[in-house]
C-alpha cells in the first residue's frame, strides 16, 4: 500500500501589468497515514489540489474523460487571479509551474514524482 505524504504546487507567475514583477506562487500540502480531509470555503483551490493530484499520477484524464484532449488545458497552466498586498485583484500569467507528490510505501521507502 502506498500513502501520500505530501502534495506541493509551485508557480513561478508575473502580474499582467508588469512582466519583470515575477513572484512565487504554491501550496504544500503535508499528508498523515490515514484519512485526511481537506477543507474550505467554495473557490479556495480544492478541486484545483484534487485535479493536481490527478495530473501528477498521469490520472488527468479521469477528470475530463477525453483521450488526446487537452485534459486540464487551465489548472495551474495559464493565469490566475490573486488580491495582491494593495488589496486590489490582479491578473498573473504563470511562467512555470509544477506539481510534486511524495509517496511511501509500507517499507518506509519514499518516491518523488514531479
Known amino acids: 500500500m502506498m500513502n501520500i505524504d505530501r502534495l506541493e504546487i509551485r508557480i513561478k507567475a508575473y502580474r499582467y501589468d508588469n512582466s519583470d ?3 512565487d506562487f504554491g501550496r504544500r500540502l503535508n499528508f ?4 485526511n480531509l481537506v477543507v ?3 473557490t ?19 477528470i ?11 489548472s495551474v497552466s495559464s493565469k490566475f487571479i490573486y488580491k495582491d498586498s494593495d488589496g486590489q485583484q ?3 500569467f504563470v511562467v512555470q509551474s509544477a506539481v510534486y507528490i511524495q509517496l511511501r510505501n509500507e517499507e518506509g521507502e519514499v518516491l518523488t514524482i514531479r
Open 21 to 23: 514583477d515575477v513572484k
Open 32 to 35: 498523515k497515514k490515514g484519512l
Open 90 to 92: 490582479h491578473e498573473w
Open 44 to 62: 479556495t483551490g480544492k478541486t484545483s489540489l484534487v485535479k493536481c493530484l490527478y495530473y501528477v499520477l498521469g490520472m488527468e484524464e479521469l
Open 64 to 74: 475530463d474523460g477525453k483521450t488526446g484532449a487537452e485534459s486540464m488545458d487551465k
Open 40 to 42: 474550505g470555503d467554495n
